[in-house]
């Protein structure tokens, strides 16, 4: 079936230093991503979206870059702090799969000192 | 605002017992959903309901039943508990489906041991 998998399940930085959070999907239907950060006992909160029709959406210190062609997706997290440490779920929405959030597996970012 | 409020926070039930499992929220959303989170893994949609009065299946319904009397509230219930169930449950809500313009709110969860 359909799923969203992440290349890495951990990733360690230094404080200051840029994060990249990969996420590969492989339901080519799919039209709209999430990123949800979740933190150690609570539940997951919302980072930052893309539609399909883009390839890169800005925040405030994350940015969310979206490659159709090879059905990837990644978020990159400028001037990681420490805390920035938490699991990272990207989520996707495929066409015709209306209410229904996929979440992938989750990577354990920790940023040391 | 309190958001999307859970309860209980924890709970250890005994296999063969029945709970529900409390959510609600004052947002006055119309989505509502509950997911369960085993450890390691990604969250997946139990059941899911646009609005009162209307509920319909996720990917992993079965041992699971919910209720949707009124917008605020989305109960989940455990009629005979197995192990298979422990797992960390979460009630989101949201005024849109998941893929509209907005972020589904998720509450901080429940952890559930049978033994």
């Known amino acids: 079936g359909e799923s969203v998998g992440l290349h890495l399940p951990t990733l360690s930085v230094q404080e200051g230093d840029n994060s990249i959070i990969n996420c590969a999907y492989s339901?080519?239907?799919?039209?709209?991503f999430i990123w949800y950060k979740q933190e150690s006992g609570k539940g997951p909160q919302f980072i930052i979206d893309?539609?399909?029709?883009?390839d890169k959406r800005q925040g405030q210190r994350v940015t969310v870059l979206l490659n159709k062609t090879v059905k990837h997706l990644s978020l990159q997290i400028a001037a990681t702090q420490p805390g920035d440490s938490a699991v990272y779920f990207c989520?996707?929405?495929?066409?015709?799969?209306?209410?229904?959030?996929?979440f992938g597996k989750g990577t354990l970012l920790t940023v040391n000192p | 605002n309190a958001g999307v409020t859970q309860t209980p926070k924890f709970r250890i039930l005994k296999i063969g017992q029945s709970m529900t499992l409390q959510c609600t929220q004052d947002m006055n959303h119309n989505y509502m959903y509950w997911y369960r989170q085993d450890p390691g893994m990604g969250l997946k949609l139990i059941y899911y309901s646009v609005g009162a009065g209307i509920t319909d299946k996720g990917e992993v319904p079965n041992g699971y039943n919910v209720s949707r009397s009124t917008t605020e509230d989305f109960p989940l219930r455990l009629e005979l508990a197995a192990p298979s169930q422990t797992s960390v449950y979460f009630c989101?809500?949201?005024?849109?489906?998941?893929?509209?313009?907005?972020?589904?709110?998720f509450g901080q969860g429940t952890r559930l041991t049978v033994v």
């Open positions: 989520a996707e929405i495929g066409e015709g799969s209306n209410y229904k959030l996929t």
């Open positions: 893309i539609r399909s029709n883009m």
């Open positions: 339901n080519s239907a799919s039209d709209y």
């Open positions: 989101a809500s949201s005024y849109t489906p998941s893929g509209g313009d907005t972020e589904a709110f």
